[in-house]
């Protein structure tokens, strides 16, 4: 009785397909480093602010054609999406951004913010390793599947270091026709 109430539980709390099914640390929120250089006058957390940019940018647009690299091997069902030139340069940005995040140092009031960055690293990486498991000949729905968690997980780390004043915006919409100009 109390096997099938857990089963039950877990199977309610999280789908399969669910990107926290995943192990690692669980996407949060992590502090504002502009905000936090401001209110401490931390020229420690101005530099670590000014240092991330890059890699946030990185992960934003490595995460983006990992999305579109899904969506495009999903629909034409092709294995050649592994082959392709956009997936090389997707995985060398990744592999320059490691290399930056290797060199961040966070003061400790932004650990979790660089927790999370590297947690963001993490999953993208394991989702740009997936793509290269596709084999044509067989059916390769769960490792679309396995990607699109993998993307969505590394999203949502991303997502929580986001931070208009500090640069780090998922989406830049300052151009955009919703902009009204501002």
Known sequence: MQNVDLFTRLATVHRPDCALFEEGPLPRAAPDPEAIAQALGSSEAAAYAQA????????????????????????????????????????????????????????ASLTAHLGQLTAAHFFSGRALRTFSLIRSGRDNDDLF??????????????????????????????????????
């Open 52 to 107: 991330c940019r890059p890699v946030f940018e990185d992960l934003r647009r490595v995460i983006g054609q990992l999305a579109g690299l899904m969506i495009l091997a999903q629909m034409t069902r092709s294995t050649e999406v592994a082959d392709l030139s956009e997936l090389s340069a997707c995985r060398t940005r990744w592999q320059n951004c490691g290399e930056r995040l290797a060199a961040l140092s966070a003061p």
């Open 145 to 182: 599947d396995d990607i699109a968690r993998l993307v969505r997980r590394a999203y949502a780390h991303l997502r929580a270091v986001t931070s208009e004043k500090a640069g780090l915006e998922m989406v830049d919409l300052t151009h955009a026709c919703c902009s009204c100009g501002r």
